[in-house]
Each structure stands twice: as structure tokens, then as C-alpha cells.
């Protein structure tokens, strides 16, 4: 007998559905992996002129922290640091603990993966705790490879150029190179406006999810980007106070667009709204905002196409308790509110540990130094649910073999031909400008893109400079597949955390938000509602994909899936129709369903 419900079975993504992802031309994404790949350059540069060992470190911990405008990179480059100071004290008194004390310092080494991987599930440090927890351990177990006499200067020095190196970079080149926050902010508007005009225009299926994609990124990274403007100190209040309505009635006229594409809309009306639309565009691109918006004429024969021209009037016009100041968000604390009472936390550290040590010990009694990579591997592929480490497994194997595979491609056909630094630098920059592409991408394929990293630099880059001895190579490459499998090993088989337990938390964030959005009475108020519906609206479509992609028996509630599936759908549809119709009848009901599936 046939499946009633095959599309449950049928885990994650689709390879044509990553395939379009990867090649997703999204706004802003070409420089920013351009200044990404730039970035790991000039950190293997710097690394090149001072002589850092294990370069292949700091050319990671470049691309894992590489933020999109210069303020933010400029913060995170200080950040980095100072915190490098810290780890220096730690890792000192550390090496004087440990020094000639193999036991102690496997202890250690045992002790501080727990602490970093109890930081990135349970504070704020997420997933910056996996790097600095890399790095410090990784200085720790380099303490073996340099002579006794020097072991403490040697191992402050490492770990000091780990960090700094990148910092120095970050802050330095990212602030000659990076955007402003406040053009990442007028260009994000701009797009999500030439994508309503798509929508508009005949969409075909290709445009439609990319336009899924866009709505429902919400509005967060553009706050964030009007957050980090507003630290430059050299914009207007009220101009931020403008730009900040504009994020919010983007995405809430992409939703109206996204609606009537739906329903259909005339081609008089369609054009009417597509011209003063793309006029729009043109005006945020240049990184100004428009004062003054006529309503496109638009007959009263479409509701869809009226509520967009109504949007257009006070698209910039911030409500007046926003002309002065940005909202006060609610403060959390470093440490999430159940950081000491949900016991997730502590077995996601236990695993992370455990897939450290078993790694450490791996490589020391097979007296394979090569494969040290593995450790490094267990810090960046650990994941907190069974759901998201199956279905970014074949990203995270595919990652490894394309970044494997072009860095011993460069071994065997590129590096004899080199004869000077330029051209490896060439060579970095191209790879590093794939990964970047990839990891710029959708947060569901990012992950692929660091992996290529992640293994071109383990592969290429062996003490300070490049290398061509294939051994080097094929060690590293065996370390991140070791890595892979274990901790997959260890995250899976003990304490498995299914994403289908958080699946009811994330259903009752959305009910919060579409009662907020049912329950707002102005236009300013609307488009901000809708916003964070549409981001609650991604982290419970990620929970439910996840929950997809887990065994059978862990998602045995099949029929729950399908209902929370079926309300997801309605969900979206849902919050588009409440900018059409605010007061519709039917909003009780339907939300009354979607808390039912939630219980």
C-alpha cells in the first residue's frame, strides 16, 4: 500500500533545492564573500611575513567570524582581542599546571571543552565559544610538538597569533574594504522591493522561493544592520528611524506581493504598483530614502492591490515614539534563562567533551600527529539536535571532499608551478572565494562552505607556508573525516536530542506573533508584526525540517509532522491575508488549531 504521506519521509533538502542555493545570486552576497575571501588572504599573508605556525588556524577563525559591514567585523576584531588576553593568562597558568604532566593535561584539555561547548549552547558566546575553545585547546596539545625549554613561550605565541592575527585583520581591512551598515541596510530594502516587482510580473517557481527565502528572513539582520549605523555616530536619529520603518514595510509589501501573486492581479493594477515600486528601488540603492509617495491609482476591484498602495504612503514614516530613539529591546542576560535548569545544555557539552577526548586519544595512541585535525573538526561540526547533524551531514562530508579535493588538485598541479608568493596568495584568495560564496549563502547550505574552508587550509597550509607533501594532505583530510564521524557517533547515540521536541516551542512563538499582528491597528504597527511573524514563521519550518531528516523511530508522531505541516502553510498564508484583512473572522479559529498542534 501506497504512503499516505511520502513527502514525510523524504528528509531535508533536495539536491536541486541546494543546487539552486548555491547558486542563488543573492543581493550584497558577491561582496561579501569577496571581502570574506580577501579577508582569509591577508590573514595568510600577515601569517606568511610573521612566520605563524599552523597558518591554516588563523585563516579559519577569519572565515568563521568575517562579519558583513565594517562595524560590526570592527567590533568582533576587538572582541577577539581582548579575549585573546584572557586565554593567554588561562592557557599560561594552564601550561605551568600540565607541563610534564601528560595526565593533567589530558584533565585539562577535558575540562575546558566542556566549559566552551556548555558556552555555545547555553550563552550568548554561541558560536564564537567553539572557536576560542579550538584555539585554546589547540594551543594546549601544540605544547607536544616544541622542545621542552621553549614550550611556554612557543605555546602563548601560537595561541596569541591564533587569535590576534585575525583580530588585527578583521579590524584593520574590514574597515577599509567592508560596507557601511547603513548601505547593507538601503541595498536589503532595495532588494526585497525588486523582488516584490518580480512577484508581480508572472513569477515563476524559481522566483517564488526565492521571495519564500527573502520574506522569511524577516526583518532581523536589518536591524541589526540600523543597530550598527546608528554605533557610527554619523547618521541622523530620524534618518535611522526612517530607514528602520523602511525594513519593516519591505518586508510587509514583499508579503502583500507574494499574496497577490497568489490570487492574481490585474495587469493595469500590477503596473500601476510595479513602476513607483522600482522607483523606490532606485532611491534606496543610491542610500537615500523617499520622503513623499503618491498611492498608485488603483481600482477598488483587489484588496490584495489596494492594501500595497496604502503601504506606499508611510513606507519611511517611522511611528513618533520611534523619531528619536530605536526601541528599547528587552536585555537578556550572558546565559540563556535555562542555562543551569534545561540538563540539554550540560549533555551537549558532555558530547562535544566526549568527542574531543576520543579524538585526542585517538591520535595519540595511533602516534598519528597528522590527524590532529580531528580535534579541530569535533569544535565546528557539533550540532544540538539529531535532526540538524543528520541533515547537514552530506553537507558537512561534501564540504570536506570538494575542499579536499581542490587542495590536493592545488598540491599536484598548481604549487610546482608556483615560484613565488603571489601566486599562492591567488590560489588562497580563489579557494577561500568559493567556500566564502558558500558559506554566504542560505544558513542551510553555509555550513558546506566553511567545510570547504576548512579543508583546503588543513590540506595546503602545513607550519607557516604552503606545502606539497601529499602525506600532509591525506593526514588532514583522514583527521576531518575522523572528526566527522565521531562526533556524529557521539551526538547521535548518546542522549540523541530530536528537533521534534521543540517543535511545540516554536508553534507557540508563532501564535504569539500572529496575535500581535491580528491585534495591530496601524500601518507602522502591521509591517513590524509581520516581520517577526515571518521569522518565527523560519524557525519553525527549520524545526520541522529538521525533524524530517531524523530516523523513523524518533519521529514515530508522523500524523503531528503532517498537522504541523498543513498549519505552517496556513500560518504563512494567514499572516499575508491579515494585511489585506485585519479584521477577518476566521483569525480565532485558525490560530486556535495552530495552538492545539503546539500542546
Given at each position: 500500500?501506497?504512503?499516505?504521506?511520502?513527502?514525510?519521509?523524504?528528509?531535508?533538502?533536495?539536491?536541486?533545492?541546494?543546487?539552486?542555493?548555491?547558486c542563488n545570486p543573492a543581493p550584497g552576497r558577491m561582496?561579501?564573500?569577496?571581502?570574506?575571501?580577501?579577508?582569509?588572504?591577508?590573514?595568510?599573508?600577515?601569517?606568511?611575513?610573521?612566520?605563524?605556525?599552523?597558518?591554516?588556524?588563523?585563516?579559519?577563525?577569519?572565515?568563521?567570524?568575517?562579519?558583513?559591514?565594517?562595524?560590526?567585523?570592527?567590533?568582533?576584531?576587538?572582541?577577539?582581542?581582548?579575549?585573546?588576553?584572557?586565554?593567554?593568562?588561562?592557557?599560561?597558568?594552564?601550561?605551568?599546571?600540565?607541563?610534564?604532566?601528560?595526565?593533567?593535561?589530558?584533565?585539562?584539555?577535558?575540562?575546558?571543552?566542556?566549559?566552551?561547548?556548555?558556552?555555545?549552547?547555553?550563552?550568548?558566546?554561541?558560536?564564537?565559544?567553539?572557536?576560542?575553545?579550538?584555539?585554546?585547546?589547540?594551543?594546549?596539545?601544540?605544547?607536544?610538538?616544541?622542545?621542552?625549554?621553549?614550550?611556554?613561550?612557543?605555546?602563548?605565541?601560537?595561541?596569541?597569533?591564533?587569535?590576534?592575527?585575525?583580530?588585527?585583520?578583521?579590524?584593520?581591512?574590514?574597515?577599509?574594504?567592508?560596507?557601511?551598515?547603513?548601505?547593507?541596510?538601503?541595498?536589503?530594502?532595495?532588494?526585497?522591493?525588486?523582488?516584490?516587482?518580480?512577484?508581480?510580473?508572472?513569477?515563476?517557481?524559481?522566483?517564488?522561493?526565492?521571495?519564500?527565502?527573502?520574506?522569511?528572513?524577516?526583518?532581523?539582520?536589518?536591524?541589526?544592520?540600523?543597530?550598527?549605523?546608528?554605533?557610527?555616530?554619523?547618521?541622523?536619529?530620524?534618518?535611522?528611524?526612517?530607514?528602520?520603518?523602511?525594513?519593516?514595510?519591505?518586508?510587509?509589501?514583499?508579503?502583500?506581493?507574494?499574496?497577490?501573486?497568489?490570487?492574481?492581479?490585474?495587469?493595469?493594477?500590477?503596473?500601476?504598483?510595479?513602476?513607483?515600486?522600482?522607483?523606490?528601488?532606485?532611491?534606496?540603492?543610491?542610500?537615500?530614502?523617499?520622503?513623499?509617495?503618491?498611492?498608485?491609482?488603483?481600482?477598488?476591484?483587489?484588496?490584495?492591490?489596494?492594501?500595497?498602495?496604502?503601504?506606499?504612503?508611510?513606507?519611511?514614516?517611522?511611528?513618533?515614539?520611534?523619531?528619536?530613539?530605536?526601541?528599547?529591546?528587552?536585555?537578556?542576560?550572558?546565559?540563556?534563562?535555562?542555562?543551569?535548569?534545561?540538563?540539554?545544555?550540560?549533555?551537549?557539552?558532555?558530547?562535544?567533551?566526549?568527542?574531543?577526548?576520543?579524538?585526542?586519544?585517538?591520535?595519540?595512541?595511533?602516534?598519528?600527529?597528522?590527524?590532529?585535525?580531528?580535534?579541530?573538526?569535533?569544535?565546528?561540526?557539533?550540532?544540538?539536535?539529531?535532526?540538524?547533524?543528520?541533515?547537514?551531514?552530506?553537507?558537512?562530508?561534501?564540504?570536506?571532499?570538494?575542499?579536499?579535493?581542490?587542495?590536493?588538485?592545488?598540491?599536484?598541479?598548481?604549487?610546482?608551478?608556483?615560484?613565488?608568493?603571489?601566486?599562492?596568495?591567488?590560489?588562497?584568495?580563489?579557494?577561500?572565494?568559493?567556500?566564502?560564496?558558500?558559506?554566504?549563502?542560505?544558513?542551510?547550505?553555509?555550513?558546506?562552505?566553511?567545510?570547504?574552508?576548512l579543508a583546503f587550509y588543513l590540506t595546503d597550509l602545513?607550519?607557516?607556508?604552503?606545502?606539497?607533501?601529499?602525506?600532509?594532505?591525506?593526514?588532514?583530510?583522514?583527521?576531518?573525516?575522523?572528526?566527522?564521524?565521531?562526533?556524529?557517533?557521539?551526538?547521535?547515540?548518546?542522549?540523541?536530542?530530536?528537533?521534534?521536541?521543540?517543535?511545540?516551542?516554536?508553534?507557540?512563538?508563532?501564535?504569539?506573533?500572529?496575535?500581535?499582528?491580528?491585534?495591530?491597528?496601524?500601518?507602522?504597527?502591521?509591517?513590524?508584526?509581520?516581520?517577526?511573524?515571518?521569522?518565527?514563521?523560519?524557525?519553525?519550518?527549520?524545526?520541522?525540517?529538521?525533524?524530517?531528516?531524523?530516523?523513523?523511530?524518533?519521529?514515530?508522531?508522523?500524523?503531528?509532522?503532517?498537522?504541523?505541516?498543513r498549519a505552517l502553510d496556513d500560518a504563512a498564508e494567514?499572516?499575508?491575508?491579515?494585511?489585506?484583512?485585519?479584521?477577518?473572522?476566521?483569525?480565532?479559529?485558525?490560530?486556535?488549531?495552530?495552538?492545539?498542534?503546539?500542546?
Amino acid at each position: 500500500m501506497e504512503d499516505p504521506r511520502p513527502d514525510l519521509m523524504r528528509p531535508g533538502l533536495s539536491l536541486s533545492r541546494i543546487w539552486h542555493l548555491v547558486c542563488n545570486p543573492a543581493p550584497g552576497r558577491m561582496g561579501y564573500a569577496l571581502c570574506m575571501a580577501a579577508g582569509c588572504t591577508t590573514t595568510v599573508l600577515v601569517g606568511e611575513i610573521w612566520q605563524v605556525p599552523e597558518l591554516s588556524v588563523p585563516a579559519l577563525t577569519t572565515m568563521a567570524l568575517w562579519q558583513k559591514d565594517r562595524v560590526t567585523n570592527a567590533l568582533t576584531g576587538v572582541g577577539v582581542n581582548i579575549a585573546i588576553l584572557i586565554l593567554l593568562a588561562i592557557i599560561y597558568g594552564l601550561i605551568r599546571l600540565t607541563l610534564d604532566h601528560p595526565m593533567g593535561l589530558v584533565i585539562v584539555i577535558a575540562l575546558l571543552s566542556f566549559m566552551f561547548f556548555f558556552l555555545g549552547s547555553a550563552s550568548k558566546l554561541k558560536p564564537v565559544a567553539y572557536m576560542l575553545g579550538l584555539v585554546t585547546v589547540y594551543g594546549l596539545i601544540a605544547i607536544d610538538e616544541v622542545p621542552v625549554g621553549e614550550v611556554v613561550t612557543r605555546a602563548l605565541l601560537y595561541t596569541d597569533l591564533f587569535l590576534a592575527v585575525p583580530g588585527a585583520v578583521m579590524v584593520v581591512l574590514g574597515l577599509l574594504i567592508c560596507p557601511s551598515p547603513r548601505r547593507i541596510l538601503t541595498d536589503s530594502i532595495a532588494a526585497r522591493l525588486r523582488m516584490a516587482c518580480r512577484l508581480l510580473s508572472n513569477p515563476d517557481e524559481r522566483i517564488r522561493e526565492q521571495a519564500t527565502d527573502m520574506l522569511r528572513a524577516g526583518t532581523a539582520d536589518m536591524m541589526k544592520s540600523a543597530k550598527m549605523a546608528g554605533l557610527e555616530k554619523i547618521w541622523s536619529p530620524h534618518d535611522l528611524a526612517c530607514l528602520r520603518q523602511a525594513a519593516n514595510s519591505s518586508v510587509a509589501v514583499l508579503a502583500l506581493a507574494d499574496e497577490a501573486s497568489r490570487s492574481g492581479l490585474s495587469q493595469p493594477d500590477a503596473a500601476c504598483l510595479i513602476q513607483p515600486l522600482e522607483d523606490m528601488a532606485v532611491i534606496f540603492t543610491d542610500g537615500d530614502y523617499p520622503a513623499a509617495i503618491e498611492r498608485p491609482a488603483i481600482s477598488k476591484a483587489s484588496l490584495t492591490a489596494c492594501a500595497l498602495a496604502d503601504l506606499l504612503p508611510d513606507f519611511a514614516t517611522p511611528p513618533a515614539d520611534d523619531a528619536k530613539a530605536p526601541p528599547q529591546e528587552k536585555k537578556s542576560g550572558f546565559l540563556a534563562d535555562d542555562a543551569f535548569s534545561n540538563p540539554d545544555h550540560v549533555r551537549f557539552a558532555v558530547k562535544g567533551t566526549a568527542a574531543v577526548m576520543l579524538s585526542y586519544l585517538t591520535f595519540k595512541v595511533l602516534d598519528w600527529p597528522g590527524i590532529h585535525t580531528c580535534i579541530i573538526t569535533c569544535f565546528i561540526v557539533a550540532l544540538p539536535t539529531m535532526g540538524e547533524m543528520i541533515s547537514k551531514l552530506t553537507l558537512r562530508i561534501s564540504g570536506a571532499l570538494v575542499g579536499g579535493a581542490l587542495g590536493i588538485s592545488a598540491i599536484v598541479f598548481v604549487m610546482p608551478h608556483l615560484n613565488g608568493i603571489t601566486g599562492f596568495l591567488v590560489l588562497v584568495f580563489l579557494v577561500s572565494l568559493i567556500a566564502a560564496w558558500v558559506k554566504t549563502g542560505d544558513e542551510r547550505i553555509a555550513y558546506a562552505g566553511f567545510q570547504i574552508g576548512l579543508a583546503f587550509y588543513l590540506t595546503d597550509l602545513k607550519g607557516y607556508g604552503p606545502t606539497a607533501d601529499m602525506a600532509t594532505a591525506r593526514d588532514r583530510i583522514v583527521g576531518i573525516m575522523l572528526g566527522n564521524f565521531i562526533t556524529y557517533a557521539m551526538f547521535t547515540s548518546f542522549w540523541p536530542a530530536s528537533a521534534f521536541d521543540r517543535i511545540g516551542e516554536g508553534l507557540r512563538k508563532l501564535v504569539e506573533a500572529l496575535n500581535g499582528q491580528a491585534n495591530a491597528s496601524t500601518p507602522q504597527a502591521r509591517s513590524e508584526a509581520v516581520a517577526r511573524t515571518q521569522s518565527a514563521l523560519l524557525e519553525s519550518e527549520r524545526t520541522l525540517e529538521y525533524a524530517m531528516s531524523e530516523p523513523v523511530h524518533m519521529r514515530a508522531d508522523l500524523p503531528r509532522l503532517e498537522a504541523t505541516r498543513r498549519a505552517l502553510d496556513d500560518a504563512a498564508e494567514l499572516s499575508e491575508e491579515l494585511l489585506v484583512t485585519p479584521d477577518r473572522a476566521d483569525v480565532s479559529g485558525r490560530m486556535a488549531r495552530l495552538e492545539q498542534i503546539a500542546r
